[in-house]
């Protein structure tokens, strides 16, 4: 037999089984559980959760008077009542002022703020931290006598502003913590370069850690709007002409001691609602990042 003959013939060597270099993934219990012991809980949670939401809208959708389990024929008189007669447009756009404007000086107070207890080593940080975290315990009811008196001598009550202020107070603790926790999860090395190449630390901060910060400012900014939205304290204490009501006051000027428009406050409770869903609509990937991120380094 010949040398290439016997190459030929004989048995080729075993390869070697190459070792996984990635994790390896572990059988959990819930990876043999058959997928309706999942669903099922889910759907039936689902449903619990979608009820209160199609009650609703039946009672916005269907006539006056109307005892149908299905909003048909469909009427938008319950909506025209609400946004022309019982004022909903003048509270709506009261609501999108106080929120909006909450949400910008909320943001921008806490990101200098949250710089500051990030970035910055001072004596009285640690009780500062505590006297922020302390507050939370404090509720906002509590506050309503002392910020009226503070108001009624800077004349502001009865004014958009200051339920924008004592939005703003009441939401700054907890978005100032969430913003420092989330400027400690940027490298402070981001910064030194910058540094290196020229930039001031006002510029720094804007070209290199901003950009880096929209998960959090946006869950700080979401938290913010849709609190002073649906607040309702503020604005019944602070607030006493009918043109400077926003949407939850609006909501229970509907109700009366007497009778209860059903299709007028389900009317109204649709439009305080929905925008609140469009915005979490659009930002939900960024809300669960930033507030994750902002809770993880303390």
Not at 245 to 257: C, E, R, Y
């Amino acid at each position: 037999m010949s040398v290439e003959e016997a190459t030929r013939t004989a048995p080729a060597p075993a390869r070697a089984t190459p070792e996984p270099t990635g994790p390896v993934r572990r059988n959990h219990a819930w990876d043999e559980a058959p997928r309706w012991q999942i669903y099922l809980p889910l759907g039936i949670y689902l449903i619990f959760t979608l009820i209160p939401f199609y009650w609703i809208l039946l009672f916005s959708l269907r006539p006056a008077g109307s005892t149908s389990l299905v909003p048909w024929p469909i009427t938008f008189d319950h909506f025209e009542k609400v946004w022309t007669d019982r004022g909903f447009g003048t509270y709506f756009t009261n609501s999108v002022l106080v929120g909006v404007a909450t949400l910008l000086m909320t943001t921008l107070v806490a990101l200098a703020g949250g710089y500051a207890l990030a970035r910055f080593d001072f004596t009285i940080k640690r009780g500062f931290m505590l006297a922020l975290l302390c507050s939370q315990f404090v509720p906002g009811a509590l506050l309503l006598v002392p910020l009226f008196e503070i108001f009624a001598e800077l004349r502001m009550i009865n004014s958009l502003g200051s339920v924008i202020l004592a939005e703003t107070v009441f939401q700054l603790p907890l978005s100032m913590i969430l913003i420092s926790n989330f400027i400690k999860n940027v490298p402070y090395s981001l910064e030194e370069a910058a540094w290196v190449d020229g930039c001031d630390r006002m510029t720094a901060f804007r070209i290199v850690v901003l950009p880096l910060l929209r998960p959090g400012l946006i869950a700080v900014g979401s938290f913010a709007f849709v609190h002073s939205w649906n607040h309702f304290l503020f604005a019944l204490m602070f607030l006493n002409n009918q043109d400077k009501q926003t949407i939850p006051v609006g909501l229970n000027s509907l109700m009366s001691a007497d009778s209860v428009d059903l299709g007028a406050l389900a009317a109204g409770g649709i439009i305080a609602a929905v925008p609140v869903v469009i915005v979490f609509a659009f930002i939900q990937k960024w809300l669960i990042t930033g507030f994750s991120a902002g809770a993880v380094k303390g």
